[in-house]
Each structure stands twice: as structure tokens, then as C-alpha cells.
């Protein structure tokens, strides 16, 4: 290890420079205090809202079906899929021909052979790494080139998102934005964030202005109930513009506001009003703006998420993600809920989006157990493994999904032992029924050889899920089995202990920690927020642990996410939290190549650069151990390679 964790001098120096708490801040965290009244008891559990979506994706394929002429050839032959969102390029024929890429550094991440200056790649995959000496052998048998566009860069293997969701989280992160905290745009400069009702108020009219058309529906996403302190309503969005259809959909993506021209476009009658749960009304019966949980937002927001669910709306928004993942190094991304929204559509879009010579990212598509049961019921893991047979370099189906308890940012987790400090209103929720029906629901997986990955946050949901999966070890023990907790957002050490001693792996969200431990405090203390994400006790339990976003959470950024886990830094306070759970650099980058892609199950693959493995590499303007730790997550992606292939960063910055 050549780095040690950062002093805290040096953090503290970073917070006087400038990136410490200023005023905007310490009024957010007060607001947050006020959270509990604005959620008012709606259940805002993540599975909820995969239902709005799942309607929306059945109308949009119904739809795309139904339309007959397509003028522009598919890629493949998909029914409803029309147009590729670019034309593909053909793919190249098999050759013997050797690049080799030269760099100031490579590093490969086998610990065995751990820095190098080239790697030859032959047919998308790496033929030797070492110096250019060391490549001789090979050099003198093949024709070759040496590509010295890199010569002055560093080169990772690719780095790897392994919880991601292409579809879902691209159709949040690509509406005009209204999150507190900034947010990176794959075309432009990054989102500042709003800080006050005033500054989404400005931000709202800068939308509006930019419409196409007087009778477009403007949806602008992200805003942050808990770090702004309230809900908004159609008073507050009448002031912004009566004409215009506009609505904001909040990051939980559970709550909407509509103004009076979106109410009146989407036929929100009082009749409709009086109907549906968690619309709110004016004295007079009309809707007062407010759409609070899922069943209301879905009132709305139904036929505006048809339309960006329609197939060729649907892959220009998938590749805003992939452009924005490529600037963030991100060779190969998981898909950690395949077939929950609608398996023919999401099959249809991952085949022409991913499926192709010219695509900048490989996705490996983790199937949601739920869907596959209830499509499939016996049959389920048959056809799991029938897709999982259909995989190529560039899809690979592997492992099923499950859910314990409910989300960590809408603070519906479960959190026992002590529970929530406003335990009159938050309960958390778990998503099964009960917990033999959550053993039983993983069983045939289990026993027919998947990697389970379980969505789990609070402590209680943690240990139900620790306590699952004991139960399916005693049952059928297995080795090598990688069943991953997914989140972690508040665990124990004697929960660390525990996964250790069953084998069991950990994908935690970082931001958590670095976006919601300020604001927690107020919700569970300053002690289990401030270990949030306990990354440093699972690395000394030894149990294997990935680095992951999810998409809407947050926007993929492997280095940022390197950056929270090496500095624990609060977004809020600027105070480094639980310093303890820091991890070093070295540790951290394990966290997005190789331990990301073991997570996955494709390190055999991709996550590290050695001979054999495809030729995935992301090419940094510098190394992150050289840095100082606070600068890590500012250095520039020059470059991907996917398979040998460049992809420059500053193409993909063009829409
Ligand atoms: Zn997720």
C-alpha cells in the first residue's frame, strides 16, 4: 500500500480552502429537521414506484407495436424498436494485428504484476502487459502499431458501475434538473444545484423559457424534499408560469407538483381528485398541485412517462447515461433490476443499445426474481439461465435481484435498535411479507448456483438479509457463491463479522455517507449517520466490497465515489465523518475494476489488465495515488477503451 489515509490535517486544510460548510448549507440541515411532517406517512417504497414505471413501459411497447413504419432499418430486428439512436459501424473482422497502447503508467490491478507502460490487445482482447520489452515475444510474431497517443497518461482497467440502471436511472438523471446538490451533464457544465425555494423559482422560468412549443409538458426532476424542507404545490409553480404544462418530480420519485396548465392537460378533474389516494385538494376540490406517493404521481404522471418510454426516446436517453458514465470512466455498467419494468421492452432496448460494434459501454443485466416468478413461476431460473446462454461480450446475464427493506434517502429502511429518533413517524418497511416467505422466495435460486444480490439499508434490513442468508447456507452451503448485500447503508461491525464468516460480499452506495450523513443526523443520530457506508470495517473483516452509485441516487462517478470512501467528507458540513471507516486509495480503486466486477461475477473478464481479459481501459490525466486525496475525484477521463476500441471523452461530450 503506498498511500496511507489522508491526514486529518490535510482534510481540514481542504475545508479552509473553500470546500467546507458555507451559510446555504447550515440552512438546509436546519430544514431538514423539519423532514418527518413533509412526508406525512405515505409509503414511498421503492418497489411502488417500479409499478408506475412498469405501466408506462407496457403502454409505450403497446404503442410501439401498434405502429407500423419505421423509416430508418433497425439494428436488429426488434418488434417496436425502430431506429438505433446512432448507425451502427460494422464490425471489424478478426485480424492478427497487434495495438499496443504505451502509457506513463498502466496499472493492472493483479497484484502479482501490478505497473507496466504497454498493453498489446489483439481482437479486442489483451494479448500481454508489461514494458515494451517485456511485449517482445509477442511483437516479433504479430504486425503491430503503437498507439503513443496515451504516452503522457495513466491507464486503469475500465472501470466498472456494478449497480447501475440504464433505463430507469437515465430517465430521471436526463429531465432538467432540480437537485440541492450539483449534478454532472454529459453536454455541458455540471448543474449547480438549487439552495432555496428563490433559486428553483429562477431555475423553473430558465426551463420554461427554453420549451419548444407553448404546450410541451416541462418536467423538471431531483428536488430534495429533505434538504429543501418542504413540499411545493401549484401556487408555487402558478408563479412561475400558468400557461406552460410544468411539473417537478421529486428524487424520491414519489412525489409530484403540477401548476394549473398540467392539470389541466392530464385531466386532473376534482372527480379525479376525490378518487385518488394522496391527491391534494383546494377547499374549493380542485387539485392543489400536490401528488404525494405513488398512486397520485401516477394520476400525472402516467402519459408523460409513456412518451419517454417510447422505444427511440427511450435509447437517446440511455445513451445521455452511457455518454455521461464514459466521461466517468465507466467501461461495463450492471443493470441490477433487468425485467422489472417490462422484460420484452428492456430486452428490446438493451439488445439494440448494447448489442452493437460501435457501443461505449458492456452492461451486465442482473433479472429481478419477483418478475421472473411471477412471468415464469417454476420455470423462473430455466429461463434465467436460458438468457444467461444468450450472453455475449457485450450482455452478460448474470445473478437475480431481491429486496429486504426500503430506501435509505426517503429514510423508509428499516432502522432498529434503536430505530428512527422520529419513531412516531418513521417505521421503515420491509418488502417482503414475512421472512420465511423471503428465504423461500430466494431458495431455488440459491440452489441452482445464482449470485443473489439483495437490495438492503437499514441495520434491520442488513440482518435479515445476513440472517437469509445463513438460512440458505445451512440448508445448501455453497462456496464462492457472491451473494451481495446491496446499499449497506447502516450496519454494524457484528454484521461485517457475520457476512465475513458466510461468505457474503458487500456493494455499498458511498453517497450516503458523503450526501446524507449531514442531513441524517437530525433522523438517527450523528453516530449511525456518520457510519453511514462502513467501508473500512468490512475492508479489516476482509469481506470483499464494490463502490456503487444506482443511478438516479446518484450520477455514475467511479473516482468520485473513491474520493467519499478515501475522505469521508460531509457535502453539508465539510467535517470528515466516522474518519475510522476511511479505506486508502489503493483499497478504494479495488472497489471500482476488480471488486466491482467480482461483484458482478465477471472478473474472469473484465476488472483488471491481464493477458486473456477483453481490452477495457480508462486513460486519467493522472494517477489517484499521486494526488492529494481531496483532488481525486477532479481528474480528467481522457480516454475509454472498450475491446481495444478509443473512445475519447471529449467525442462523447457532443450530443
Ligand atoms: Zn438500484
Not at 473482422?93 to 495495438?99: E, K, M, N
Request: net charge negative; proline share 7%; with cysteine.
Amino acid at each position: 500500500m503506498r498511500r496511507v489515509v489522508p491526514s486529518l490535517a490535510l482534510v481540514l486544510l481542504a475545508v479552509l480552502i473553500g470546500l467546507g460548510p458555507r451559510p446555504a448549507f447550515a440552512e438546509a440541515v436546519a430544514r431538514s429537521a423539519d423532514a418527518p411532517a413533509v412526508f406525512d406517512n405515505y409509503n414511498f417504497c421503492v418497489a411502488s414506484v417500479r409499478e408506475l414505471f412498469a405501466k408506462a413501459a407496457a403502454l409505450a411497447l403497446a404503442a410501439a407495436k401498434a405502429e407500423t413504419s419505421s423509416p430508418v432499418p433497425p439494428v436488429v430486428s426488434v418488434p417496436g424498436v425502430s431506429a438505433p439512436p446512432v448507425q451502427a459501424a460494422p464490425e471489424e473482422p478478426a485480424s492478427d494485428h497487434v495495438t499496443v497502447f504505451v502509457a506513463k503508467k498502466i496499472i493492472t490491478m493483479d497484484p502479482g504484476w501490478p505497473e507496466a507502460t504497454a498493453v498489446a490487445v489483439q481482437n479486442g482482447r489483451i494479448l500481454s502487459v508489461g514494458s515494451l520489452d517485456d511485449l517482445k515475444p509477442w511483437l516479433d510474431k504479430y504486425p503491430h502499431d503503437i498507439d503513443n497517443r496515451f504516452a503522457g497518461k495513466v491507464i486503469y482497467p475500465g472501470f466498472i458501475e456494478p449497480h447501475g440502471h440504464p433505463l430507469i436511472g437515465a430517465i430521471a438523471l436526463s429531465r432538467p434538473p432540480l437537485t440541492f446538490f450539483p449534478l454532472a451533464n454529459p453536454y455541458g457544465p455540471p448543474f449547480p444545484g438549487v439552495k432555496s425555494k428563490d433559486e428553483a423559482v429562477a431555475k423553473l422560468k430558465e426551463y420554461v423559457a427554453q420549451a419548444k412549443s407553448p404546450t410541451d409538458t416541462v418536467i423538471a426532476w431531483g428536488y430534495d424534499i429533505v434538504a429543501m424542507g418542504g413540499h411545493l404545490d401549484r401556487a408555487f409553480l402558478d408563479q412561475i408560469t400558468k400557461t406552460q404544462p410544468l411539473m417537478v418530480w421529486d428524487a424520491s420519485e414519489h412525489f409530484v407538483y403540477a401548476n394549473s396548465a398540467a392539470i389541466e392537460k392530464f385531466g386532473i378533474t376534482p372527480g379525479v381528485v376525490a378518487k385518488t389516494l394522496g391527491a391534494g385538494k383546494l377547499p374549493n376540490g380542485e387539485s392543489n398541485g400536490q401528488f404525494l406517493g405513488v398512486l397520485a404521481a401516477e394520476a400525472i404522471l402516467l402519459k408523460p412517462l409513456q412518451d419517454l418510454l417510447a422505444p427511440d426516446q427511450a435509447l437517446k436517453i440511455m445513451k445521455y447515461l452511457a455518454d455521461l458514465g464514459q466521461q466517468a470512466g465507466i467501461t461495463t455498467t450492471g443493470d441490477l433490476m433487468f425485467g422489472g419494468i417490462n422484460l420484452e421492452l428492456e430486452q428490446a432496448l438493451a439488445k439494440t443499445f448494447f448489442d452493437r460494434p460501435d457501443a461505449i459501454e458492456r452492461v451486465v443485466p442482473v433479472v429481478d426474481g419477483a418478475t421472473f416468478a411471477k412471468l415464469y413461476g417454476d420455470q423462473a431460473q430455466q429461463k434465467a439461465l436460458d438468457l444467461k446462454a444468450s450472453s455475449n461480450d457485450r450482455i452478460i446475464f448474470n445473478g437475480v435481484k431481491f429486496f429486504s427493506d426500503d430506501a435509505f434517502v426517503s429514510l423508509g429502511m428499516e432502522v432498529q435498535n434503536p430505530g428512527y429518533i422520529h419513531s412516531d413517524q418513521y417505521k421503515g418497511l420491509f418488502l417482503f411479507t414475512s421472512f420465511p416467505a423471503f428465504v423461500q422466495a430466494m431458495e431455488p435460486w440459491w440452489n441452482a448456483g445464482f449470485h443473489i444480490h439483495v437490495h438492503s439499508n437499514g441495520n434491520a434490513g442488513n440482518q435479515a438479509t445476513i440472517d437469509a442468508l445463513a438460512e440458505l447456507q445451512a440448508e445448501h452451503p455453497r462456496f464462492d457463491h457472491r451473494f451481495t448485500i446491496e446499499h449497506y447503508g447502516i450496519s454494524t461491525p457484528e454484521q461485517a463479522r457475520e457476512l465475513k464468516a458466510l461468505g457474503g460480499i458487500v456493494s455499498t452506495n458511498p453517497y450516503y455517507l458523503y450526501a446524507r450523513s449531514d442531513l441524517n443526523i437530525g433522523q438517527f443520530g450523528t453516530d449511525r449517520a456518520s457510519l453511514a457506508s462502513r467501508i473500512g470495517t468490512l475492508v479489516r473483516e476482509g469481506v470483499v466490497v464494490s463502490l456503487h452509485a444506482d443511478t438516479p441516487v446518484a450520477p455514475p462517478r467511479p473516482l468520485e465515489e473513491v474520493w467519499i470512501a478515501v475522505n469521508r467528507v460531509g457535502a453539508l458540513s465539510g467535517q470528515v465523518r466516522a474518519p475510522y471507516e476511511r479505506v486508502t486509495v489503493d483499497q478504494a480503486l479495488r472497489m471500482i475494476t476488480i471488486d466491482a466486477a467480482y461483484t458482478l461475477g465477471v472478473d474472469d473478464e473484465v476488472g483488471s489488465i491481464e493477458a486473456g481479459k477483453l481490452a477495457d481501459f480508462t486513460v486519467l490525466d493522472a494517477d489517484p495515488r499521486d494526488v492529494e486525496p481531496m483532488a481525486i475525484k477532479d481528474i480528467p477521463v481522457t480516454a475509454t477503451i472498450l475491446g481495444g476500441r478509443v473512445i475519447l471523452t471529449a467525442d462523447t461530450r457532443k450530443p
